[in-house]
């Protein structure tokens, strides 16, 4: 898109002023610049542009050395310590924190800016190839939220996808609720509900096999190459084994996935990431172990999903 480096620069030190990323009209002060290189685009809300603009801002800051990266969080109020409401009060821990005066801290984050928008115009410029192509549609970001606190388990699924091809008129989505080695029965189709919210109709079902529900989601006009779409479904159904997983049939750029459980939680709570779908169920394949919060949830997220495998979690209750 030919963007520079000094307009971005002009915007983030624009942003960085008095609550930054906290401000209530983030939209206002989110320019053009700012909007290319973060993938933000212009019918996107508030908390949409606040969440994008933060996850850059700490990819692009990453690299930096410590003390750029800390100066550069804190300008924009992205440290857990420095969310003062003030960037003079923010400027001020810095220079407590790193031992320097406040002037020198300043050009720390002027300098700590500069390379942060030169990162973001070459990450523009030059995307990086996705390792998984598709030549039909992918999901860039695939958000769920489970609560197996309701009488019925229910998760909300919100999806953005991507055209890789002309014409895409329908969405071929799937559901696998496993069935249980113990009683061998397989899964009915009456035992799973799938509401759409909003994004299309839901026109067809059909069971792929005993445990796997084939779903048919006819778009609102046909996708157009590049073309982005958002769709929101609710499930409910019984889990018949203590995990949830995504196997994705399309390729899956981000997967988040937030689980809620009841009390009392449950004995263990484990990671799972690019395993074989079966091995989801299997208490011998072992992943990073999770703890949940205050309010029993736990969050994890995933890039570049690989169809085919499995990903989310697995607990013993």
Not at 121 to 147: C, G, I, K, M
Request: proline residues 7%.
């Amino acid at each position: 898109m030919g963007i520079s480096a000094t307009a971005v620069v002009g915007e983030l030190k624009l942003l960085r002023k008095g609550r930054g990323i906290s401000a209530a009209q983030l939209g206002e002060r989110v320019g053009p610049a700012l909007r290319a290189v973060f993938g933000i685009s212009e019918d996107e809300d508030t908390a949409e542009i606040r969440r994008k603009t933060s996850e850059c801002l700490r990819a692009f800051a990453a690299p930096l050395p410590e003390d750029l990266r800390t100066a550069v969080l804190a300008a924009f109020g992205l440290h857990e310590d420095a969310r003062n409401p003030f960037y003079q009060d923010r400027v001020r821990w810095v220079a407590q924190t790193l031992d320097r005066d406040v002037r020198t801290v300043r050009r720390r984050i002027d300098e700590g800016i500069e390379q942060v928008a030169e990162l973001a115009v070459a990450a523009e410029s030059e995307p990086p190839a996705r390792p998984y192509p598709s030549r039909s549609w992918h999901t860039e970001e695939l958000r769920v939220s489970l609560a197996l606190d309701q009488p019925v388990p229910e998760a909300f699924e919100f999806r953005r996808v991507v055209a890789d091809a002309e014409d895409i008129a329908e969405l071929d989505l799937a559901l696998t609720l496993t069935d249980s080695v113990e009683d061998g029965r397989s899964f009915r189709d009456d035992e799973l509900d799938v509401d759409v919210f909003h994004g299309g109709l839901l026109t067809g079902r059909v069971m792929e096999s005993s445990d796997r529900v084939g779903l048919a989601l006819q778009l609102p006009a046909p996708l157009r190459l590049k073309e982005r779409h958002e769709i929101l479904l609710r499930f409910r159904a019984v889990l018949r084994q203590p995990h949830y997983v995504c196997v994705p049939r399309h390729p899956v750029d981000l997967f988040d996935l937030n689980i809620r459980f009841p009390r009392p939680g449950p004995v263990e709570i484990v990671q799972l990431e690019k395993v074989l779908q079966n091995d989801a169920r299997d208490h011998q394949s072992r992943g990073v172990t999770l703890t949940p919060d205050d309010s029993g949830e736990v969050h994890v997220q995933f890039r570049h999903l690989a169809p085919g495998f499995a990903y989310g979690v697995r607990w013993q209750p």
